[in-house]
């Protein structure tokens, strides 16, 4: 009962999670600050959703699956974010600094 | 019932990044949004093998995110480079390089 219970809050974590990043890439002024919103989505919201399945589905190897799948999300999405913003500041975008 | 909740809101969150990706000004913005897409489809096929109960097609979703990846860099290196890859007649690629 506490597993389903704990299960329940960490999807639904993860899926507010999800919409705040989203509402933030479209309230931020600038680039880079948007960048920063779309990288909350990627990391802790795929941490609280598939911790969250990966609850459901005990010691197997479909939760180590779900590891598998979190360990990539974990090390492609800040490397694509580095290469995204180091492609922007070459490509000339400049960064919004005083408001 | 909770994995559809999940879904729906990982289905809005592609919803706003599609809306940023059309609305983007600058090309940046594009591939950020299609990035976001991308790591949320991941998250979707995940909670849709639970919730269909076939969590057989965790593997796509693994596969998907290092495609995502790769096609982020790929882009990239076309939109900063302004081409992909030549075609083995680099002297005339050098002669242009625009």
Redesign the interface.
Known sequence: MILEML??VF??A???L??I???G??RFPD?FS??HA?GI??TL??AL??S??GL??GFSL?SF??V??FA??LF??P???H??AN??L??G?KPQLDD | MMYAAAATAILVTIGLALARALLGPTVYDRILAVNMIGTKTVLLIAVFAFLSGRTDILDIALVYALINFIAVVAVLKLVELGYLFTSGDTEEQEAKPE
Do not use: E, Y
Request: net charge positive.
């Open positions: 299960s329940w999807l639904v993860g899926g507010l999800g919409i990043g989203g509402i890439i479209h680039f948007r960048l779309a989505t990627d919201c795929a959703i598939l969250g399945l459901q589905s479909v699956k779900l598998l799948i990539f999300i492609t999405s490397t694509a974010s290469a995204l492609a922007a070459h490509g975008v």
